[in-house]
């Protein structure tokens, strides 16, 4: 049996897999399970900035006219199966099961209230927070440079603001995404979460209306984030998480061999079961084993690009042999 401990945020892991937030983290039981069957750590599901906007605001916060500006787009509170407070209550009933690391989420893009919430979940006693930052720039008056400062100012201003470990959840939306992440390296993050998923919403022909419509992940999507991993991995101090297309233990060993600390997991355990998580770890154990690795801290990062003597295939060369190579296997 391979030695299957990591570090992640600075915290102490017993083995890569993680599970990302998603609607079997909001109960208690399920976490639970998740930590028997072996979970390395869960990251909760988030706690939404507008129901922040909901609970600071009070009772009438539903009145739509009355909010900020820029809030106006509130959904409805029903929509949200916990508002700020019982969210906490969360942490700490999670915190009082739970042997293995509990990672809070906050998601949202607007800078009020981050750091007053990002201190009552530390109180809370969650182990780190993921910031899941999701601003979607639509009227065309935001510039790249003063979206990618906006993200910079809020995570300086929540990392400033608790002591636990903070990761921030990114999408892979940036122009200059090397430059940014060097960046967001600055500021002392302590880890980067590769990347958000984003649901489009679809046009229903009956009602000739868009609708939301959420589709799970494939692994297809894994690549992306495999590609961006293997290239910043061991030039960022932060620690790099994968989220997007793991669904088995072959891909929890690509995001160890890219550089990933660990490989996060929603869709595989909402389509398969909580239990799954044992075999993924089954699977990585035995790989590991058959291949004579004592520990994952050997493979970890063995392909990042500084790693090896040729990384075109992570580089644009790649791009023009990968289309001439069509037809020819
Ligand atoms: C139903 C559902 C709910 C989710 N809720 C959250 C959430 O509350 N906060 C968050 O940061 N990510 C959320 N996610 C995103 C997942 O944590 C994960 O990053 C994403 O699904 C990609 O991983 P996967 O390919 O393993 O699904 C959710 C995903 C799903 C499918």
Same mark, same amino acid.
């Given at each position: ?12 892991? +017993?083995? $890569?897999?993680?599970?990302? $937030?998603? $609607?079997?983290? &909001? ?25 922040? =906007? ?5 009772? +009438? ?7 900020? *500006?820029?809030?106006? *787009? ?7 199966? *916990? ?7 969360h942490i700490v009933q999670a915190k009082q099961v739970l042997n293995i690391p509990v990672i809070a989420s906050l998601n949202g893009y607007y800078a009020g209230g981050w750091v007053e919430y990002a201190q009552l979940i530390e109180a809370s006693g969650a182990d780190a927070l993921e ?37 921030? +959840? ?22 980067? /979460? ?6 489009? $919403? ?18 297809? &999507? ?17 620690? /790099?998480? /994968? ?27 909402? &389509?398969?079961? /909580? ?28 392909? =990042? ?22 037809? +020819?296997?």
């Amino acid at each position: 049996m391979a030695d299957l401990t990591t570090s992640y945020l600075g915290l102490k892991l +017993k083995n $890569p897999l993680v599970v990302a $937030p998603n $609607p079997l983290c &909001e109960f208690v039981g399920n976490l639970q399970r998740m930590e028997t069957v072996g979970a390395g750590a869960v990251v909760l599901h988030s706690l939404f900035e507008e129901q922040v =906007a909901i609970d600071n605001l009070g009772p +009438k916060a539903l009145q739509l006219d009355e909010l900020p *500006h820029n809030l106006r *787009h509130l959904p409805q509170a029903d929509l949200f199966t *916990h508002d700020a407070g019982s969210y906490l209550a969360h942490i700490v009933q999670a915190k009082q099961v739970l042997n293995i690391p509990v990672i809070a989420s906050l998601n949202g893009y607007y800078a009020g209230g981050w750091v007053e919430y990002a201190q009552l979940i530390e109180a809370s006693g969650a182990d780190a927070l993921e910031l899941n930052v999701y601003y979607l720039e639509t009227k065309g008056t935001v510039s790249g440079r003063e979206l990618e400062q906006m993200y910079l100012d809020l995570v300086t201003r929540v990392k400033a603001s608790v002591e636990i470990p903070v990761a921030v +959840k990114l999408s892979p939306y940036f122009t200059g995404m090397a430059y940014f992440l060097r960046k967001l390296d600055e500021t002392g993050i302590d880890g980067m /979460i590769l990347f958000n998923r984003f649901y489009q $919403p679809d046009i229903d022909l009956d009602s000739e209306s868009f609708v939301p419509s959420l589709a799970l992940s494939n692994q297809e &999507e894994l690549r992306l984030r495999l590609r961006w991993t293997a290239l910043l991995a061991g030039k960022l101090n932060a620690d /790099i998480a /994968i989220t997007g297309g793991v669904h088995d233990f072959g891909d929890v060993v690509k995001c160890l061999l890219a550089g990933g600390q660990v490989a996060m997991m929603a869709t595989a355990v909402l &389509e398969h079961g /909580i239990d799954y998580l044992a075999e993924v770890l089954a699977g990585l154990d035995k790989w590991l084993d058959d291949r004579g690795y004592a520990s994952v801290g050997e493979i970890n990062g063995r392909l =990042a690009q500084h790693n090896v003597k040729d990384a075109s295939a992570l580089e644009r060369a790649n791009y023009m042999r990968v289309l001439k190579s069509y037809g +020819k296997e």
